[in-house]
């Protein structure tokens, strides 16, 4: 929604392609500016802000937005489309567009903090959680963008989401504030999206359209499940 591209053309400027605010577009350069304005108000880096406030006082024990080094065996070995192994991608400094380390129990705890706060009219949390999932800007009939959080209606009400795309990982996390239901699913391969989306219909139920908008847009597949069967193409 800022009307940038998502990054920067190799050696380019970064300009803006659509009017801010106007339609949805995902940048992860933006995310680098937004990380640089919170660093400026807080006064701390990135990572240490986020270990005081978020992952220190939610028991996110093994969260970091440090890249971890080359060879570290706590990080599960990437792998392609084919299911052969990748080289994982080592980058440099914390970036909150991408090196967000974490586990499926750590994350699940930050959405059970989310669904706790949006329950609670008490909670002190709850004005923050609410104000992230306000719709900004309206995608499909189904879908829509909050702050920094997808939002698709379904049968049991509207449900927030997002995903993570790195090459030789692909995650999905889910929740759904009606029924107090979430599910965190994180996989070590680049067909890992299609695995998301039939776990999540096994297991959640209910129709999801998060997913065919995700295919269709950033996939150029009619469904998820097809990435499973590709080998080829953009990932």
């Known amino acids: 929604m800022t009307g940038w591209p998502n990054w920067r053309p190799d050696g380019g400027r970064l300009v803006r392609d659509t009017i801010p605010g106007t339609v949805f577009g995902y940048s992860g350069e933006g995310y680098l500016y937004l990380q640089a304005v919170v660093e400026q108000i807080v ?20 969260s970091s937005y440090r890249w971890a080094a080359a060879g570290d065996t706590t990080v599960a ?12 991608y080592v980058g440099g400094r914390p970036e909150a567009s991408s090196s967000l380390h974490t586990t499926p129990s750590d994350f699940a705890r930050f959405l059970c903090t989310m669904l706790a706060a949006l329950k609670t009219p008490t909670h002190p949390d709850r004005r923050w959680a609410a ?21 698709e209606d379904t049968g049991s009400g509207t449900a927030f989401w997002h995903w993570g795309d790195n090459p030789g990982y692909k995650s999905m996390a889910l929740a759904e504030p009606a029924t107090g239901m979430g599910i965190v699913l994180m996989t070590n391969g ?21 997913f065919d908008w995700l295919a269709a847009t950033f996939y150029d597949v009619p469904t998820l499940s097809e990435i499973q069967e590709r080998t080829n193409g953009s990932p």
């Open 77 to 88: 070995a990437a792998h392609d489309r084919a299911g052969r192994p990748s080289e994982p």
């Open 131 to 151: 104000d992230l999932l306000k719709p900004q800007v309206r995608l499909t009939s189904t879908i829509a963008w909050g702050l920094g959080w997808g939002l």
């Open 190 to 210: 680049d067909g890992g999206l299609g695995v998301c989306d039939h776990l999540m219909r096994t297991i959640i139920g209910g129709d999801h359209p998060a």
């Open 43 to 62: 006064g701390k880096p990135l990572e240490v802000h986020m270990q005081e406030a978020v992952f220190d006082p939610l028991g996110m024990t093994a």
